[in-house]
Every structure is written in structure tokens, then in C-alpha cells.
């Protein structure tokens, strides 16, 4: 079971705090989205969970553990990023395997691993190509792969489909919600896109300049905006 439980975290760069003393639970298992306005914070604050940033104030607990100044590799979470950042020379399997070499795992947890992604993410029949022989959303299902053979309890996703076309970020919003379920880990979904934060989420936390305005289910956030902001964002475009 893994809670992250972040605690008055204040991020600055410089003199400007992006992050401003934000409390956050995000329960063991949820799928929590983070919505707002680009610039608001959400890339930020999800670097900061995976130990890219450093904290200038407060604390994160992942699991049992304080992480809030630990190596991005100690804190059991994957992390994908917008752009997939694959390595070009490699196939996708060995994209896969990737992590898992580092971390040293034994060749067959490592196969049974990289099955089991490939399995989920329908990258089978894929397994020898490279990435310049795969399709904006193939590649974007390898970057997520690579993000889950390490099997991590919290899995952080910024803003993973807005690179693709409307009907392919239709198709992996469905099989996200489908890994979702399988896996039953804690994922911390970032977007500006309502549609997608409504139908993906547990829970939504709705920002603005670095400060949470709600966090309630996409029907409370939604039905019951708790201020203009959020009423401007979530509601309609009228
Ligand atoms: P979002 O992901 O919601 O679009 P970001 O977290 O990327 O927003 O950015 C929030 C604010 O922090 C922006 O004003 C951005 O310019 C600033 N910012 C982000 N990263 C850095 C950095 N490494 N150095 C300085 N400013 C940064
Ligand atoms: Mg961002």
C-alpha cells in the first residue's frame, strides 16, 4: 500500500515560489489527477515527487518512507514525461529491459518483466523494432512500459498523450484506466485537459499558481466548484 503524503512543500526557483506551502494525501492506489493551466506548477511539483527538484520547504513521504530529500532512485516510482525520450538506438525491448540492466534484476525476472509490460501495453509484436519504425502512440505505450517493468508502487505521469492525435488519446486513456486496474498502484496523473482529468480520475486536484483551489471526484470538482477558478477551468468554456 502506497500513500504519498506531502506536507507544507513550498518550491522555489530563485525568488519565485511555484509551489506555495501545499498540503496534498494522495491515497494508496488512486489515480489522482493534477489539472490546471500550463505554468501552474504541475510539472513542478511531480519533478519534486520524483527527486528531480529540490524542496525548499516541507516534506514527502512515499510509503513508510520520508523521501522528501532521497535519491530519484530510492523512491519506487516510475516517472513518463510528455516527450518519450526513448533511446533511438535500441530496440524496444531493450528499451524495456533498460531500467531493469541498471538495477541489475536477474535475466529471468527480467524477461518475466518485460513480458508482462509488453503483454499489457500490446507491444508483443513490436519487441525488435526501434523507436523510428513506431508511431507517435506506439512509442508513447514504450515510454510507458519503460515506466512500469520496474514494477514501481507510484507511477507519475506528466501530461502523456498531449503530444497525440484525439483519437489515439481516446484509445490510451482507455488502456491507461485498464492498467490501472491491473497494476492497482498509486498513479499521479498531470494535465490540462478537463475531458481527460474527468475520465481518468479518482480524484482531481484542481491548481492555480502553484496553489490547490479543490480537490474533490470529477463530479464534486465539477457539479460543486468551490470558487470561480475552478468553476472556469472545470465547467464549460461559456
Ligand atoms: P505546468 O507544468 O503546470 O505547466 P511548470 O511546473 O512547468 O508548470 O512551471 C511552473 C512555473 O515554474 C513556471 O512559471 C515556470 O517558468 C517555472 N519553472 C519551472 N521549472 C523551472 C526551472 N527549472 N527554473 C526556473 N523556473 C522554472
Ligand atoms: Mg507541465
Do not use: W
Request: aromatic letters at 4%; proline letters at 5%; one cysteine or more.
Amino acid at each position: 500500500m502506497t500513500r504519498v503524503h506531502i506536507q507544507d512543500l513550498s518550491i522555489r526557483f530563485g525568488h519565485h515560489e511555484v509551489i506555495q506551502h501545499l498540503d496534498l494525501d494522495v491515497h494508496s492506489g488512486e489515480f489522482l489527477v493534477l489539472l490546471g493551466p500550463s505554468g501552474c506548477g504541475k510539472s513542478t511539483l511531480l519533478h519534486t515527487i520524483a527527486g528531480l527538484n529540490p524542496v525548499s520547504g516541507g516534506s514527502i513521504h512515499i510509503g513508510e518512507q520520508d523521501a522528501t530529500h532521497a535519491e530519484p532512485s530510492q523512491r519506487g516510482v516510475g516517472m513518463v514525461f510528455q516527450s518519450y525520450a526513448l533511446y533511438p538506438n535500441m530496440t524496444v525491448r531493450e528499451n524495456l529491459a533498460f531500467p531493469l540492466k541498471m538495477a541489475k534484476t536477474p535475466p529471468a525476472e527480467l524477461d518475466r518483466r518485460v513480458a508482462a509490460a509488453a503483454d499489457m501495453l500490446q507491444l508483443g509484436p513490436l519487441l525488435q523494432r526501434r523507436p523510428g519504425q513506431l508511431s507517435g502512440g506506439q512509442r508513447q505505450r514504450v515510454a510507458i512500459g519503460r515506466a512500469i517493468v520496474r514494477e514501481a508502487k507510484v507511477l507519475l505521469l506528466d501530461e502523456p498523450l498531449s503530444n497525440l492525435d484525439a483519437k489515439l488519446r481516446t484509445d490510451l486513456r482507455r488502456e491507461l484506466k485498464t492498467l490501472h486496474q491491473r497494476l492497482g498502484n498509486t498513479m499521479i496523473y498531470v494535465t490540462h485537459d478537463q475531458v481527460e482529468a474527468m475520465t481518468l480520475a479518482t480524484r482531481i486536484v484542481v491548481m492555480h499558481q502553484g496553489v490547490i483551489q479543490q480537490i474533490g471526484t470529477p463530479a464534486e470538482v465539477y457539479d460543486r466548484p468551490k470558487n470561480l477558478r475552478v468553476a472556469g477551468f472545470v465547467g464549460s468554456p461559456a
